[in-house]
């Protein structure tokens, strides 16, 4: 089974660190959007069940109730599989009852808030508009619509913060109750502002100690760590966000999105007339043997579980260490493995990309 | 036809305008037309142009009224004073250029006597007449000082052409004529490249005789024979000629495939008819070395090759294979020069296209055993063990620093920093000095020059020669990396120095090595005992911290960037260290 990723690149305003596509919200182009949208899908859709439907952005709440009601209509074309998971992003100003009334209609069983902090300094570096006053009031709402599965952002390591701050801004995270936290160390990425205002990033150390204390914390608070950035409770991980980590296929709709299907990882357009006029793809390429099973071990070792090596070897009819240089990373406990499991050590997995260096031939 | 032939050299401080005068030479003879012109013509080689110097003579046959003349341009610069003694033996006179706003300089003075021994007729030149700092007046005084009359100076501005004709026939009236000698063939080789499709080709000047196409010769020195396929002149594009005669400057084409048949500085003789050798050059002795590696080692071969290459028309450079713990298999190469070594890395770059490390750059000290025996070392990683060592002696240079009396104090403070023990000073006019120190040449060849230029302006010229070794209290500085030493950092300095030094080299490569997946203490040593180390902490991160499906393109190229930057770095051990740490031991001074 596939998932549905469907990309909204309206914003009410921009943050300073989004490298995603993006544009200030206007609500013809919005309706106009939706159509483009829906021929997408018709074009590309090949009529298959889907487990995970994902609508992000952007910012898809900043959409109008009556363009929300038409995406939720578009959305209907898809089968779904009857244990599905239905993702939709929100900014905390939009929680209202009568958002809620609508994502509740349309099965929308999972809610991801992008709360990034409770700090008003960290919010203004961040140029997100809420109020942190808001927050507890607006997830308490959600909780009130009955929706129990509900992921928050919080974002660390800025160069606004200190450990003081830090632990602070944590500690009210944890307070929400929610199911899901998703934390983020900052990255300064190009074509951002906070890029072009040549903003650095903090010394590593101290963003090194800021992840141990959250995974401290979480994990005493009952949260398991299963990827680099995510923590659930028992039953709450992201089934759709696994698909990326468990190398599965995807359909990407909507402007800039990315997508993987029949072997072929494609990406979307960026530029809203020419998807407007009906041109969806910029760029694809079919994913060589070579290149998937790298990918399987980029992404896999994001889990803390790891990767299961008999399934690899069904998958790709080869064993893992046959593929990659891994026994001079066991030996150096940069990796372990532990029933058919082949994975990174939480303590290395903040420095991953050096692991996979070593492991990719 | 030997009558009008005129051979002669332009000789010059760097950067008094040398290759532009002869620009606008070649320009006034008519050689090249105006939409063939570009500046520094003479200079074919891409470094050359970039950096407005001379490195390699260049020589071009010149038509003026009814004379043929052959203009052998020189390089400026200190280091490749070999070349200019070359130029000046196969010329009867030379054109000296002073800029008009300078006035004489140390190598202005160095290429002067070079030209002196060589008996050749000098023409004084006041260059850039055009500057509106231009001090013509204080010049021809200057001029005047080392023995010219002011009735010899020509005034001329490379850029306006002014003057240039006035040069012209100055060459024609006062330089003679080539001396007409025997009948039989005898031709010197002063240069010498490769050409991928000829093979080698000689530069050569025809002293007697003539030669042609066809002829059988033999190269004296070597004993090797050929037949000359292809005569040519330079005008400056290869001209083809069926014979050259006595006074004529030419290349020689034979199909010579090995480069070591061919001798800068051998005479060419007809075979059957060979005569007495002409004299041929002193050559240069190398001063620096320096350890060159491939980055990445199947290059190995190719950097063999490339500096083989490179040999073949710079006789100076010298190399031999040298293996380092840290660095692989490579070449222990000798220099001329600082600016010498420079090159050559770049020329290996560029036109080789290989990726090499260089090593700090080192002299040739001499160690007194004990006993008795004695060793000469030109990399510190063959200094003996610091028991058997009976002392150790280093070359030293005496200077001629030529530089505007207010910046004496700031010249003295580095001489006397850099181990420097004052000689004397002679003042050239009220505003300039000659400053002579004696100094150890390792000093030197580390950053000498460019503290002498920051430090004074860059007023200061400079000039030396090496007066002989001194005994010195030098030790070998050692640097571990995680616990064991890299040959590759090693170097030799004063004893009153090393720790300074030391801790400077640690902090520097604690700066330039990335932290590595555990703790990397780097330490400095002289013998057993440590004396300066820091700490690379372990790296504490180094991860994508977001990665959703459309991160996926970008993870994988951020990944590859990393594995392309780790494979640029050398592993010795098991850590990483980047290419700059090597040079990091150069840049040790504030």
Partial sequence: MRSVYIHIPFCRSICSYCDFCKMIYNDLWANDYLDALLKEIEKYYEGDLIKTIYIGGGTPSS????????????????????????????????????????????NVNRISVGIQ????????????????????????????????????????????????????????????????????????EDNTALKINNVKPIDETLDYLMYKYIIKKLRKKGYNHYEVSNFAKVGHQSSHNLVYWNNEEYYGFGLGSHGYINDVRYENVKNLVKYLDGEYRKEEYIVSLKEDMENEVIFGLRKLEGINIRKFFEKYDKNIQDVFNIEKALKNKYLILENEYLKIPEGKIYVMNEILNMIIK | MQERIRNFSIIAH??????????????????????????????????????GITIKLNAVELKYKDYILHLIDTPGHVDFSYEVSRSLASCEGAILVVDASQGIEAQTLANFYLALENNLEIIPVINKIDLPNADIEKVSKELCEIGFNKEEIICCSGKTGEG???????????????????????ALIFDSYFDSYRGVIALIRVVDGSIKVGDKVKMLSTGSVYEVLELGKNTPKDKKVSSLVSGEVGYLSASIKSISDINVGDTVCLLG?????????????????????????????????????????????????????????????????????????????REFNIEIIATSPSVIYEVLLSDESSVLIDSPSKMPEATKIKKVLEPFVKTSIFVPSEYIGAVMEICQDKRGIYLS??????????????????????????????????????????????????????????????????????????????????????KIIPRQMFVVPIQAAIGTKIISREDIPAMRKNVLAKCYGGDISRKRKLLEKQKEGKKRMKQVGNVSIPQEAFLSVLSVDE
Wanted: aromatic share 10%; charged share 30%.
């Fill in chain 2, 273 to 349: 008819k060979e005569e007495e050798a002409l004299p041929g050059y002193k050559p240069m002795k190398p001063m620096v070395y320096c350890g060159i590696y491939p980055i990445e080692s199947n290059k190995y071969e190719a950097l063999k090759e490339a500096l083989l290459k490179l040999k073949l028309n710079d006789s100076s450079l010298i190399f031999e294979p040298e293996t380092s713990v840290a660095l692989g298999f490579g070449f222990r190469c000798g220099f001329l020069g600082l600016l010498h070594m420079e090159i050559i890395e770049e020329r290996i770059e």
């Fill in chain 1, 117 to 188: 902090s409770f700090n008003n300094k960290k919010l203004k570096f961040l140029n997100r508009k809420h109020n942190s006053k808001d927050i507890f009031k607006k997830i308490k709402l959600l909780k009130s619509y009955g929706f129990d599965n509900i992921n928050v952002d919080f974002m660390y390591a800025l160069p606004v913060e200190d450990m003081y701050i830090f632990k602070k801004d944590l500690k009210k995270f944890i307070k929400l109750g929610v199911e899901h936290i998703s934390t983020y160390s900052l990255i300064i």
């Fill in chain 1, 63 to 106: 959409l109008s109730l009556p363009l929300l009601n038409k995406l939720f209509e578009i959305i209907k074309i898809f089968k779904l599989s009857p244990l599905n998971e239905i993702t939709f992003e929100l900014n905390v100003d939009d929680i209202n009852e009568d958002i809620l009334k609508i994502l509740k209609e349309n």
């Fill in chain 2, 425 to 510: 000073m002679e003042y050239l006019d009220s505003g300039r000095v000659n400053i002579h120190y004696e100094l150890p040449l390792s000093e030197i060849v580390y950053d000498f020059f460019d503290k002498l230029k920051s430090n004074t302006s860059g007023y200061a010229s400079m000039d030396y020669e090496i007066i002989g070794y001194k005994e010195s209290n030098l030790v070998k500085l050692d640097i571990l990396i995680n616990g064991s030493v890299v040959d590759a950092l090693s170097v030799i300095v004063h004893k009153d120095f090393a720790y300074k030094r030391g801790k400077k080299v640690v902090e520097n490569l604690k």
């Fill in chain 2, 164 to 186: 240039i004709e006035s040069l012209l026939d100055a060459v024609v009236e006062r330089i003679s004529p080539p001396k007409k000698g025997s009948d039989n063939l005898r």
């Fill in chain 2, 14 to 51: 760097i950067d008094h305008g040398k290759s532009t005068l002869a620009d606008r030479i070649l320009e006034k003879c008519g050689s090249v037309s105006e939409r063939e012109m570009k500046d520094q013509l003479l200079d074919s080689m891409d470094i050359e142009r970039e950096r």
